[in-house]
Structures are given as structure tokens and as C-alpha cells.
């Protein structure tokens, strides 16, 4: 049994504080509310921070760790249809790819839930609907992160839930692949 320090204090503060900050928006919070639009912006403080980090903070929290590369995600893909397990230390390819889209995802929501507070879009149905478009998108996303995080903890024997609220990542068999 190995077990690793992957994710530092900020990155799990970070995905909780996201994930309250989205759920409360999206479920407990009226869309018309000022609460709605500040909890926006905490989400929008939330990715700006994150982006920092991912420049200058530890070492699996930082994008280069996690390089969108769509080859290796064919090659993740193609391990687990032939029933390889690779275990990676950090995130793997095809994690990489979700937390770029759900990065760029919530951009995208607050730049046009921004816009339509603003003058020039007040009222924009256009604004509005790219609004709901990517909070759907963000929504059909998630869904999709959860499934496969419990899928790959499943698959590989890797709690990947435990890891992001402890930080340690245990390995009872073999060990991660270094990327």
C-alpha cells in the first residue's frame, strides 16, 4: 500500500469552494438575486485564483502537469476498452481535458452573466441564452466528471473522491505512472 501527497490545501479549497459556489447557484439561489450575481463572481475569483496556481503553485496543481493532449487521451481511452489500468499520480489525459472545458465552461458563464448586467446587453436575449447554454453545458459536464471519477476510482482501485478531500492519493497495487 503507497500512499502519495497529490493535492495541495488550495486546489481541494478551490474544488469544494467550486463546487458549493455552482451547486447554490444553481439549485438554492434565484437567478434574478443580487446573491446570484455575487456568488458568480466569487466562482469567477475562484477560476482566476485557480489559474494562478496552475502557473505558480505546486507541482500536480500546475498545467503543465497536465497538458491538454489529445493523444494521450485516445491512448487512456484505448487502455480502458482493452482493460489496462494506468494509474496516474496527477490527472490523467482525459481529466486534464474535463478540467480545461470546465475552466473555460465557467468563464464563459460569468462573462455573460456579466454582460448582462451591463447597459449595452441589458435585456439581450442572445446574452441570456449563451448564458443558459453554458450552464448547461457546465451541468451535462459535471454530470459526466462525477461518472467517470467514480467510474476510474472503480476501474483502478484509487479513491479518487478521498484524494480530493484528503490530498493523498493510495495505491494498493503496483503504483502511479509518473506524468
Known amino acids: 500500500m503507497k500512499r502519495i501527497k497529490v493535492w495541495d490545501p488550495l486546489v481541494r479549497i478551490f474544488h469544494w469552494s467550486l463546487v458549493v459556489?455552482?451547486?447554490?447557484?444553481?439549485?438554492?439561489?434565484?437567478?434574478?438575486?443580487?446573491?446570484?450575481q455575487w456568488v458568480g463572481y466569487a466562482i469567477v475569483a475562484l477560476i482566476g485564483l485557480?489559474?494562478?496556481?496552475?502557473?505558480?503553485?505546486?507541482?500536480?496543481?500546475?498545467f503543465?502537469?497536465?497538458?491538454?493532449?489529445?493523444?494521450?487521451?485516445?491512448?487512456?481511452?484505448?487502455e480502458?476498452?482493452?482493460?489496462?489500468?494506468?494509474?496516474?499520480?496527477?490527472?490523467?489525459?482525459?481529466?486534464?481535458?474535463?478540467?480545461?472545458?470546465?475552466?473555460g465552461t465557467i468563464i464563459l458563464i460569468g462573462v455573460s452573466g456579466y454582460l448582462m448586467t451591463t447597459n449595452m446587453?441589458?435585456?439581450a436575449e442572445w446574452v441570456e441564452e449563451l448564458h443558459e447554454f453554458f450552464v448547461g453545458w457546465a451541468q451535462v459536464s459535471i454530470v459526466l466528471h462525477?461518472?467517470?471519477?467514480?467510474?476510474?476510482?472503480?476501474?483502478t482501485g484509487v479513491n479518487l473522491p478521498r484524494a480530493m478531500v484528503t490530498g493523498y492519493k493510495t495505491f494498493s497495487n503496483g503504483g502511479p505512472h509518473q506524468s
Open 21 to 36: 459556489g455552482f451547486a447554490a447557484n444553481i439549485f438554492l439561489i434565484d437567478d434574478d438575486s443580487d446573491l446570484h
Open 80 to 103: 480502458i476498452a482493452t482493460g489496462r489500468k494506468r494509474i496516474h499520480l496527477g490527472h490523467t489525459p482525459l481529466g486534464a481535458m474535463m478540467i480545461y472545458n470546465l475552466l
Open 121 to 123: 446587453f441589458w435585456g
Open 50 to 62: 485557480r489559474i494562478i496556481w496552475g502557473i505558480v503553485g505546486a507541482r500536480h496543481a500546475r
Open 146 to 155: 462525477v461518472a467517470a471519477v467514480i467510474w476510474e476510482s472503480r476501474r
Open 64 to 78: 503543465s502537469d497536465f497538458p491538454l493532449d489529445p493523444n494521450a487521451a485516445i491512448t487512456q481511452l484505448s
